[in-house]
């Protein structure tokens, strides 16, 4: 297809490899982010609907029985509060 391809692996590597690719003027870049498929996207301000409707699926899951995939989404995300 003729485009660039650029692997970002670790977080630290993001700064490099977004410079490389906006340097790149032989056609199209892709850059492919290796991303931890639990971590949570937040914004900087959450707002309260937000946060009410997050705490409601929360809440679903463990009545669902998904004690465990709860469990898992809060330790990978425990470091982000």
Known sequence: MGAKGIR???PGDVKD???EALAYKDG???VDAV????ALSL???VPLHTA??????LAKQVLAGRLDDVIETIEHNV???
């Not at 009410?52 to 699926?57: A, I, W």
């Open 35 to 38: 991303v931890d498929p639990l």
């Open 8 to 10: 970002l692996e670790e």
């Open 79 to 81: 470091h982000l509060v």
């Open 28 to 30: 199209p870049v892709v």
């Open 52 to 57: 009410t409707t997050y705490t409601l699926s």
């Open 43 to 45: 914004p900087a301000h």
């Open 17 to 19: 490899a977004l410079r």
